[in-house]
C-alpha cells in the first residue's frame, strides 16, 4: 500500500489530502501538522475551515485510510511520498521584507524530512513556492540524507476557497514537475498514478521544476490581473456613466477573452493573489528585470487604489465624515463561501473607517468575533503564520461590534457596506432595514449583489462599484 503524508493541514493540505483518500481507497493518507488545536479539529465534527462538501468527503474517508495526526515524525518516516503545504508567508524582516517569500517553515519541514527517514522518499511541493525552491530543498536534503535518496517534485494547487471540493474532483489540470532524469521521471510517474485514478490523463500536465514553479505564480499573477483590470475599468465606469457590468458582458464574449473572473469588486483578498504577487516581484527584481516586476506591481496598486476609492466614496457621500456614525458591515470573509479572512478587503476598508472615527458593526455568515477583532489587530502579514505563532493580541477595538445577523447590524445604521458577496445578502428584507435605519440611508455594495433600482425606490441612496452614480453621489465627489 502506498503511504503518503502531507505536512501541513490547512485549506491545502486538509481538502487536497482527503480528496486523495476519498479517490484512491488502496493509498494511505496522513495529514500531520504541528498545530495541536487544528488536529484536534480535524479529528472531530467541527472541522477546522469551512468548505462546502469538505464534511462529507472527510467523514467517508477518516479513521479508514485517512488519519490526523501531531506526530508528524512518525508519519513522514514510515511514507513514500511527502506532501509539504506549510505556509510560505511575506518576510517581513531583513532581506526582501514585503515581498520575499518567508521559507522557514518549508526549510525546518524540508530539514526534519532528512533527519527522520529510513528510506528513500519522494518529496512534493505543495505550497507555493519562488521559482528555484526545489534546488535548495534538494540541497537541504541530499545535504543531510545519511544516503537515503530523495526526489524533489513540484505539485502546485490551483483549489479556490470555497470550491475546493468541486475544485479537486474536477481540476482544470494537475501539474507535475520533476527532473528530467531516470529517477525524476519516474518520481513524476508515481505522483501521476495516484492523480489518474480519478483525473483524465490528458488534464495531467507534466514539466520540468522550474515550469510548474514558476506556472503558479504565473497563474495567480494572470486571475489577479484580470480583477484588477475590470476594476480599473470600475473608476472609468463611474466617471462616464458607463456600467461594468455590461463592459465585462460585451469584453467577455470574446471567445478569446472569455466570462470568468471579470466581476468588479472592492478589491481582490485571498492569502495567496498579493502574496504570491509580491514574491513573483521580488524573483524579477532579483533576477535583473525591473520593468517586469513594476508591471506586475501595477497590479497590487489598482487592487489597494480600489479599497481606497470605496472607502473615500462612503466618507464623501456622508458629508465628508463618518466620525462616530454607525456603519454596517456585511460581509468579512474575502470571498462567499468561506470563513477565511487571510487578506480580506474588508479588513482595509474597516481600517479605513475607523480612520474616519466611524462606529463599525459587521456581519458574517462564517467569521467569528473573535477572528474580525485579531483581523483588525493584527500586523500585515502576520496573519500568514502558523496560528500559535500568531501574535495574541489583548486589544480590542472597542469602536467595532459583531452582530448576529444582518438586521443587528444594519439598527440605527447611517449607511451599510456590503464587501462578501454572501447570497444571504441579496435575499434580506430591505423594507424592514430601511425603517430601522438613520436618514438619509446609504447602502455602498462593493460586490454588486443588490438589486440597486429595487433599493433606490425603498429610499436608499446606493452606491453600486463601477454602476452609473445617484445624484446624491455626483454632488458629492469622492477624491481618489
Ligand atoms: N489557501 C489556498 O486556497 C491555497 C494555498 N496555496 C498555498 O499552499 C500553502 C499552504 O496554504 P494554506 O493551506 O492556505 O495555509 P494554512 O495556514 O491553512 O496551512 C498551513 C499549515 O501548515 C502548518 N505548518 C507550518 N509549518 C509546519 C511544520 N514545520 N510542520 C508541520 N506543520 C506545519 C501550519 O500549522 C498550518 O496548519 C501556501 O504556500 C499557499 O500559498 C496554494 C493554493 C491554494
Ligand atoms: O493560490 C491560491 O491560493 C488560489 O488563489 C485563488 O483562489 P482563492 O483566493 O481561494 O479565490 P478566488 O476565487 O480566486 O478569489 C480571490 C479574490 O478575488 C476576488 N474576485 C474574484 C473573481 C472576480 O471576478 N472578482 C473578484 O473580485 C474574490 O472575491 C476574492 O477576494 C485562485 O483562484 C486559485 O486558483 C489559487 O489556487
Redesign the pocket.
Known sequence: MVKICC???????GPTMAVIALKCPSVEVAV????VP?ITAWNSDQLPIYEPGLDDVVKQCRGKNLFFSTD?EKHVREADIVFV????PTKTRGLGAGKAADLT?WE??ARMIADVSVSDKIVVE???VPVKTAEAIEKILTHNSKGIKFQILSNP?F???GTAIEDLFKPDRVLIGGRETPEGFAAVKALKDVYSQWVPEERILTTNLWSAELSKLAANAFLAQRISSVNAMSALCEATGANVSEVSYAVGKDSRIGPKFLNSSVGFGG??FQ?DILNLVYICECNGLPEVAEYWKQVIKINDYQKTRFVNRIVSSMFNTVSNKKIAVLGFAFKKDTGDTRETPAIDVCKGLLGDKARISIYDPQVTEEQIQRDLTMNKFDWDH??HLQPMSPTTVKQVSVAWDAYAATKDAHGICILTEWDEFKKLDYEKIFENMQKPAFVFDGRNVVDAEKLRKIGFIVYSIGKPLDQWLKDMPALA
Open positions: 505536512i501541513g493541514a490547512g485549506y491545502v493540505g500531520v501538522d504541528i498545530s487544528r508528524v503545504s506549510v505556509n510560505t517553515y525546518s519541514a505543495k505550497s507555493t494547487e483549489l479556490a476557497e492569502s495567496c502574496k502558523p496560528l
